[in-house]
């Protein structure tokens, strides 16, 4: 790690004015989340004490199995919640032009949202979903609610944004993102319209971002017919596909029929060969295993992954190699959660800087 920062560091430094000149489209989803800590105990004088591991909050609730118990919640804060807003508020904040096409309120937009990035252009269909996101030390445990996301499929999106318009939006990005596939029920709907209706249209070999979310409430047959979409889209956008030690293993189970591996490098090679697409850490120069900025006391946790998403996604838009690209994703996620706040890419050179200093 200690040699390759450099070298990172070098590279968006020379490559400060590419951001600008780029453009994402992204979809399709959109929250409005409320951060919270659950309250375990409280004493005269003292500040409430909250549960501060999963664990320790699921033991809790073992004991009090057969009987009716309460608990208080410290709200945090409500801020822009979804995996599309949130990892699309960080590109803009890297300077990129961002359409964001979600849930973000219809037919006005949710107050919430005025929040976004100057550089984040919303194209809305539905009314967005609610989420309160209960933060641990060690995690966090998310509870939504998706309203109108849960029947919003093609048509709706379709005739709400308009088929010319999302031809030319996918027509001009450079880059095109598809997140949360797993909470919108509609999603392989969306997908399979954009198929059918955008993408032939469209000319032009772009590249693609995917990532499912936790698809643990999917069955197997939902999750294999997501990932032969991504084949169908490959025909028109090179593709990228990122998950987490958790999603591997129930991609890997939907595609083998058979109980994933331990170690999440096996797991990753044997869905990489199944696709024949990239994944993250995985492409046709081979496996690149890198090692995460680890933040002591994180502010936030909740949208962790997106800004990962983000900075890797601004990082293949550079043309930078699978190690730097991962390297990057993480120093962006790594800054976030350090924070609670998104960056440009100048602080986000100096937060890696302050990495290299101290390695």
Not at 193 to 206: A, E, H, M, S, Y
Not at 280 to 294: E, S
Request: proline fraction near 4%.
């Amino acid at each position: 790690m200690k040699k390759i920062l450099p070298k990172l560091i070098t590279a968006l430094n020379e490559s400060k004015t590419v951001l600008p000149q780029k453009k994402i489209t992204a979809g399709f989803d959109g929250f409005v989340d409320t951060i919270a800590k659950i309250i375990k105990e409280k004493k005269p004088g003292r500040e409430p004490a909250h549960f501060k591991t999963i664990k320790q909050f699921g033991n809790y609730i073992n004991e009090k199995a057969g009987a009716s118990f309460s608990l208080e919640i410290e709200a945090i804060s409500s801020r822009i919640g979804g995996n599309m807003p949130i990892m699309t508020n960080a590109l803009g904040h890297f300077g990129i032009a961002v359409n964001c096409v979600g849930a973000l309120g219809h037919p006005v937009l949710h107050p919430v949202f005025s929040d976004l990035s100057p550089n984040c252009k919303a194209y809305s269909f539905a009314d967005p979903g609610t989420s309160t996101a209960y933060e641990f030390n060690d995690g966090k445990i998310l509870l939504g609610n998706n309203g109108q996301l849960n029947t919003a499929g093609w048509e709706l999106v379709k005739n709400k944004i308009g088929a010319d318009t999302l031809i030319d939006l996918y027509r001009n990005s450079d880059l095109a993102c598809f997140v949360n596939w797993s909470e919108i029920d509609a999603s392989t709907d969306i997908w399979k319209g954009l198929l059918r209706d955008v993408f032939p249209n469209t000319n032009k070999k772009q590249l693609s971002f995917f990532d499912l979310s936790d698809c643990s409430k999917r069955s197997k047959e939902a999750i294999s017919e997501a990932m032969m979409l991504l084949k169908a889209f490959s025909k028109y956008t090179h593709v990228a596909l990122g998950l987490n030690h958790n999603e591997s293993k129930l991609i890997y189970q939907a595609l083998y029929q058979k109980k994933a591996p331990k170690e999440l490098v096996k797991c990753g090679e044997k869905i990489f060969q199944k696709l024949g697409k990239e994944s993250v850490g995985y492409n046709a120069a081979g496996i690149h295993p890198v090692k995460t900025f680890f933040v002591k006391k994180p502010v936030i946790s909740t949208g962790a992954g997106d800004n990962f998403n983000a900075g890797f996604c601004a990082a293949q838009l550079l043309e930078l190699d699978m190690e730097l690209s991962l390297i990057l994703a993480n120093a962006v996620a790594g800054s976030y959660v350090s924070t609670g706040k998104n960056h440009d890419m100048e602080s986000i050179i100096k937060f890696i800087e302050h990495v290299a200093e101290n390695l």
